[in-house]
Nanobody, 117 residues
Framework: VQLQASGGGLVPAGGSLRLSCAAS????????MGWYRQAPSNEREMVAT???????NYADSVEGRFIISKDNAQKKVYLQMNGLKSEDTAIYYC????????????WGQGTQVTVSS
């Protein structure tokens, strides 16, 4: 499985960005796609995920500001980020995971999001 992310950039506080991620390869029908982020000196953290069933999960810090959506047919996942804050500055990674006996994770290359205050 390969993941190609795009859409990062520099945006002023309060602005919006939309991240996109396209998946290719052998993907099981039951899977979860989403976004994680890592700021300098921080651990990588989950931002938002969406299961192929449509079930979503958001970090408390982005709930109400970010919206994850998915195009199952196109194997794409999007993250609409609104009301961006300086603390949202991080490298954002696209993730896909499925269970094949155990959890198997695939990662995109990361895209930088910088929010200027």
């Amino acid at each position: 499985v390969q993941l190609q992310a795009s859409g990062g950039g520099l945006v002023p506080a309060g602005g919006s960005l939309r991240l996109s991620c396209a998946a290719s390869g052998s993907i099981l029908p039951s899977n979860t796609m989403g976004w994680y982020r890592q700021a300098p000196s921080n651990e990588r953290e989950m931002v938002a995920t969406m299961h192929s069933s449509g079930l979503t999960n958001y970090a408390d810090s982005v709930e109400g500001r970010f919206i994850i959506s998915k195009d199952n047919a196109q194997k794409k996942v999007y993250l609409q980020m609104n009301g961006l804050k300086s603390e949202d500055t991080a490298i954002y990674y696209c993730n896909l995971h499925h269970f094949y006996g155990r959890r198997v994770d695939f990662w995109g290359q990361g895209t930088q999001v910088t929010v200027s205050s």
